[in-house]
């Protein structure tokens, strides 16, 4: 009698992703390094699923992306950094959007990811890597560093059962984001060759 399973298929994976009761930085990578033949498909899921969970939190009719780039570029210039929420750049971006932005970065989605969760330490991320996301986004750097600097957050919205405690897991270095992400070896170059 042959017990052996088969590797499961990438539906039966990103079933079983969707399936978890929480979707953070953690379960992600679990899921990446367990099905690693899948990553594309799971990252794509976990972007699809945190766009949703985007999409209850938007801001109400008749508030609009340009209010949000006002109100940073106001905090910004009162030097506002202190204990107020500082809002969220990638807050606006559906996953087409997501994904493009990625693309014009020549980044992968899981490192973008890991930058949106702020998973990664802000004082290890090149300036000029910085400018350049800003100036993708349209936000000012002083913003998106503003973001960046904020400490890590599940995101919120997340309202999945659970059996443990959620929790925020620790921060990367750029470098080791850059190593673990996905990324080819020309756009690890790439990043590498932005470093201050």
């Known amino acids: 009698m042959n017990t052996r399973k088969s590797a499961p298929g990438e539906e039966e994976v990103i079933l079983a992703f969707a399936g978890e009761p929480k979707h953070d930085r ?32 938007e801001a109400p009719p008749g508030r609009d992306a340009s209010v949000d780039m006002a109100w940073q570029r106001f905090q910004a210039a009162i030097g506002d950094s202190g204990d107020a929420a500082v809002a969220n750049p990638f807050a606006q971006l ?3 959007a997501f994904k493009t932005l990625a693309k014009n970065l020549d980044v992968s989605n899981l490192l973008l990811i890991r930058l949106r969760d702020r998973a990664i330490e802000a004082a290890t991320i090149p300036r000029r890597f910085v400018l350049k996301l800003a100036t993708e986004l349209g936000a000012t750097s002083e ?45 690890q170059d790439a990043l590498r060759s932005l470093q201050d």
């Open 143 to 187: 913003a998106v560093v503003a973001y960046l600097r904020s400490p890590p957050a599940m995101v919120s919205g997340h309202s999945f059962r659970s059996s443990v405690k959620p929790a925020v897991t620790p921060q990367m270095s750029f470098e080791k984001a850059v190593e673990t992400s996905q990324l080819t070896q020309a756009q």
């Open 94 to 96: 559906n996953p087409t």
């Open 26 to 57: 953690e379960t992600l990578e679990r899921y990446l390094r367990e099905h690693s033949e899948h990553a594309e498909a799971i990252v794509d899921c976990s972007i699809e699923l945190m766009a949703s969970v985007t999409r209850h939190d």
